[in-house]
């Protein structure tokens, strides 16, 4: 049969801080359906699953478990990389965020924006939740809370490396505005309006820490790792 094109295919990748639960194999499960769908129609299907392995969060997960990170994430990937091969899920790549080539690319790609003045280092002042690993301003709180999960969050202050965002704001405007590239429309409005046409505008984002070391290192600047997924 002649190939109908290449068909790429990705799940979101599971976090290791923990077990893993249902809701990452039925993700699984039905990323997996439409891969073997799609390879019977005829196309040159790469399906793609894995694992998140940096962060605050992990790293404290660590340190309770009286172990390193990396041999906290060795043992939670294991886990979930099983569970996957017991349900004969037909991925084609098992990526980890610890594989040495994949950190090689973030620091490639973050020294490219950094050279091309698209990140600048400045200061963070704020609120920080650990559980979400999310800063946020006052104004977005809920209650004093994390308006995400609802728990405490502490004032953080800290050197770090912001992406600048609004630069792009216009573009990425006229992108949802104007294409396809979201569905459906109400949550196109909604991130408009939320996020870019709000008081203040589309803010510069955070994408490096200084306060913890489980993470990419930013090579070009010893103490920092780059933070979110900045690449």
Known sequence: ?????????????AYTSGKPHIGNNYEIVLADSIARFKRMEGYDVFFQTGTDEHGQKIELKAQEAGTTPREFVDQVAGVIRGLCDMLNISYDKFIRTTDDYHEAQVQKIFKRLYDQDDIYKGAYEGMYCTPCESFWTESQLVDGKCPDCGREVMDAEEE?????ASKYAGQVRELLLNTDFLEPKSRV????????????GLQDLCVSRTSFTWGVPVDFDPGHVVYVWLD
């Open 160 to 164: 770090a490396y912001f992406f600048r």
């Open 1 to 13: 049969m002649e190939s109908k094109g290449k068909y790429y295919l990705t799940t979101a990748i």
């Open 189 to 200: 409005h909604e991130m408009v309006n939320n996020f870019i046409d709000c008081e203040g």
